[in-house]
């Protein structure tokens, strides 16, 4: 079964500085990985994505993963973090071949301190 | 786009009770998902209907809970009775079959006492 691993469920960065959210998968079909980030009372917003091609996937608000095989890793990056990044990050997975859910991880909390 | 539309926003109720949520996926969409999220647990996929059909609904917790969706731009999921365990956010999102991204809904967040 697929499954994903988010490393910390709590991360504080100061601002300007560098963004890093771990996230490991596993599956058992060519993986489809996403990020999605929930600001406080609202719910998931895309941020990216990786289906196939490119293994370096650029997002909205200055965010990046890269997809890596051999790790079976999609980390989430950003080079300077903003107040407003301030949220609740998630790494999913597609649940199996075709048209299947996403499978979620527990989720990160990025503070951001000035 | 109005976007997937949920309510009622937030609603208190006392264990025993009957509750439903109500979703309205954005329009030409024919997938529709539930989830619940918990502290404990983190975002849990309850059902999810493709053209108005079920189909999964392994993630349902208990018999308390049930799901329809009646047409293609309307959803309930029903606890009956409630219990405080249920307390949760629970999300609606949906998307294009042809497509990978689940679009949400604000969601509702519900307290059982």
């Known amino acids: ?114 | 786009d109005a976007g997937v539309i949920q309510s009622p926003r937030h609603e208190v109720t006392e264990m025993g009770q009957e509750v439903t949520l109500r979703c309205k996926p954005i329009s030409g969409h024919d997938y529709l998902f539930w989830y619940r999220q918990t502290m404990m647990r983190g975002l849990e996929l309850l059902i999810y209907f493709n053209n108005n059909v079920p189909i999964d609904d392994s993630g349902m917790p208990e018999d308390r809970f049930s799901a329809k969706m009646p047409n293609a731009s309307f959803s309930t999921l029903k606890i009956q009775p409630s219990e405080p365990r249920d307390s949760a956010v629970y999300f609606c999102a949906s998307k294009l079959g042809v497509t990978d991204t689940q679009y949400f809904g604000p969601g509702t967040r519900l307290t059982v006492l």
């Open chain 1, 1 to 114: 079964a697929q499954s994903v691993t988010q490393l910390g469920s709590h991360v504080s960065v100061s601002e300007g500085a560098l963004v890093l959210l771990r996230c490991n998968y596993s599956s058992s079909v060519p993986p489809y990985l996403f990020w999605y980030v929930q600001y406080p009372n609202q719910g998931l917003q895309l941020l990216l994505k990786y289906t196939t091609g490119a293994t370096l996937v650029k997002g909205i608000n200055g965010f990046e993963a890269e997809f890596k095989k051999s790790e079976t890793s999609f980390h989430l990056t950003k080079p300077s973090a903003h107040m407003s990044d301030a949220a609740e990050y998630f790494c999913a997975v597609r649940s199996g071949p075709g048209n299947t859910p996403l499978v979620f991880g527990k989720g990160t909390r990025l503070s951001v301190i000035a």
